[in-house]
C-alpha cells in the first residue's frame, strides 16, 4: 500500500495524543489528517487504516476514512472531518439539565450500533481478544487468568460491532444534528455485553474526579446519565441495579485494555471480577 505524498503545510496543527498529531487543512474544511509519530510501526497504521475502511463499508456510523498519506518522514491517514463536533460527554458536562436526552440518545446510538449483523470472520472476535490480552497481562495469577478465562469463553457469542472503547467521549454529534462513533482502534465483534460494561465503567465505577477531568461532568451526573441510558437501551422496564450486576463482570473486563494501555496495575478494577476470579 503506496502512501499519497502531502504537503504539511497545507495543514494546520489542532491537536496532539500519545500516538501522534491532527491537523485541519487549510482550505478544506471537509479534510482532518492524522500524522503518527515518527518511527511508529507501519503494520500498526496501515493496520488501523485497513481496519477503518472496512468498518466504514460496513455501514457503522463512523467518519468517512480517505487515504494513507505521508508528509515525507512520517505516516497518516486522511479522514472525513466532522464539523463542529461535540461528544456527548461534553455535551452533557455543558448542559446537565440535558442529561436525559443526551443519554437516551446515546443508548439510540448504541443500539443501532449493536443491531448491525457483521457475519462470521470478517472481523476478530472480542472473545480472542480479550483471551489474548489476559494471557499477556501481569497483573492476574494463574488461578486468577483461568478462571477469567472460562468466563469469557462462556459468555455469550454474538456477531454485533464491538467498539472496544464505547463510552461517551467517543461519539460525537455534529454541527447538522449526525451522530459518529470514533476511536474505533479496539473494533472487533461479539455480543454486546462486552461493550455495554465500558458505559458502566465509566458511568458508575470511574470516580469523581476522573469524571469530571476526563469527562466534563459531576459524577452525580454521570450516574444519571446510566440509568437513563439503560432505560432507553434495554427498555422503561429495565431495573438499572440489575443490568448493573449483569454487566459488573463485562465492565471488569476494560482492565485488560486498560492495563495494556497504561502498563500499571489498577486493582479497583480488578474487584469488579471478584465474583469470578474469588
Not at 118 to 139: A, C, M, T, W
Request: hydrophobic share 35%; net charge negative; aromatic share 12%.
Amino acid at each position: 500500500m503506496e502512501p499519497v505524498k502531502i504537503n504539511i503545510e497545507d495543514f494546520v496543527h489542532s491537536g496532539e495524543g500519545a500516538n501522534g498529531e491532527s491537523f485541519f487543512h487549510r482550505s478544506d474544511p471537509s479534510i482532518m489528517l492524522k500524522l503518527y509519530n515518527e518511527g511508529a510501526p507501519t503494520d500498526i497504521i496501515t493496520g488501523e487504516f485497513e481496519l477503518s475502511r472496512k468498518v466504514y463499508e460496513a455501514g457503522l456510523p463512523v467518519p468517512e476514512p480517505g487515504d494513507l498519506v505521508t508528509d515525507g518522514k512520517r505516516l497518516g491517514i486522511r479522514f472525513q472531518r466532522i464539523p463542529g463536533k461535540i461528544s456527548f460527554s461534553r455535551a452533557v458536562g455543558d448542559n446537565p439539565e440535558r442529561v436525559e436526552e443526551y443519554a437516551r440518545r446515546f443508548a439510540r446510538l448504541c443500539l443501532k450500533l449493536h443491531s448491525i449483523h457483521l457475519g462470521k470472520g470478517k472481523f476478530k472476535s472480542v472473545k480472542d481478544v480479550d483471551l489474548r490480552l489476559l494471557e499477556e497481562n501481569p497483573y492476574f495469577t494463574e488461578d486468577e487468568k483461568k478462571k477469567v478465562a472460562d468466563f469469557i469463553r462462556n459468555a455469550p457469542d454474538g456477531d454485533a460491532p464491538y467498539h472496544g472503547d464505547l463510552q461517551y467521549s467517543n461519539a460525537v454529534i455534529a454541527s447538522d444534528g449526525s451522530e459518529f462513533f470514533i476511536d474505533l482502534g479496539d473494533f472487533a465483534c461479539g455480543h454486546p455485553y462486552f461493550d455495554l460494561g465500558m458505559v458502566l465503567l465509566c458511568c458508575v465505577y470511574d470516580d469523581e474526579e476522573f469524571i469530571r477531568t476526563t469527562f466534563h461532568m459531576e459524577k452525580k451526573t454521570a450516574l444519571e446519565f446510566w440509568k437513563f441510558f439503560v432505560k432507553e437501551y434495554f427498555g422503561e422496564d429495565a431495573d438499572p441495579d440489575e443490568i448493573e450486576k449483569t454487566l459488573r463482570p463485562y465492565a471488569g473486563l476494560k482492565v485488560l485494555i486498560i492495563e495494556r494501555n497504561a502498563g500499571i496495575y489498577f486493582p479497583q478494577f480488578h474487584e469488579l471480577l471478584d465474583g469470578i476470579t474469588k
